[in-house]
């Protein structure tokens, strides 16, 4: 056994593609991960979340319930998913909530897109195919695809033209 190895926590439930590198130090229970995808150390990956395909999550991540990233995703180090948009630690009556007390709102990372070092997804948004979240930002709307957005909360600061756009104006 390696040392990578020694100290993985990952589920029997977890549905690992080929190829799978998982570094020290992680948390995974009832996700999937795609076929070629890196998942770097200090990394936890909840039930419910997939990420796809040829994937990268960098050091320090959180993928929560509720979490879908799909193929060629590249996740920065400590970047944060939110999957609840109304935390509480107990019910108005003081008994501490369960799963049952609140709603899962999903996240979708649409593929080919970045998120920068440090940043925090709200719950409930989409960050189109191709974009780029600079590095520290909170999303809190969605980011359309080819988007370059950035701050708190995240900002457009630039349209990319796509690689399709790029391939079709060239013929």
């Not at 070629?36 to 993928?63: L, M, P, Y």
């Not at 997804?121 to 370059?148: M, Q």
């Not at 990319?160 to 079709?168: N, Y």
């Amino acid at each position: 056994m390696s040392a990578d190895q020694l100290y993985q926590r990952i589920a029997p439930d977890v549905k690992l593609g080929q190829r799978v590198k998982i570094f020290a130090f992680t948390n995974l229970y009832g996700c999937e991960i795609g076929d070629d995808s890196k998942i770097g150390t200090f990394v936890e990956i909840q039930k419910g979340a997939r990420v796809g395909a040829r994937c990268k999550i960098s050091s320090h991540t959180f993928i929560c319930e509720g979490v879908t990233l799909a193929d060629e995703v590249f996740v920065g180090h400590s970047v944060t998913f939110i999957n609840d948009r109304l935390p509480r630690a107990t019910n108005q009556d003081g008994s501490l909530q369960t799963e049952v007390d609140w709603k899962c709102d999903t996240t979708t990372v649409k593929q080919g897109a970045s998120i920068g070092s440090g940043a925090t997804i709200l719950c409930g948004v989409t960050i189109g195919e191709r974009a780029i979240v600079g590095a520290g930002s909170v999303v809190t709307k969605d980011v359309p695809a080819d988007a370059v957005v950035a701050g708190n909360p995240a900002r457009l600061l630039k349209t990319k033209p796509s690689a399709a756009k790029s391939a079709s104006a060239a013929t």
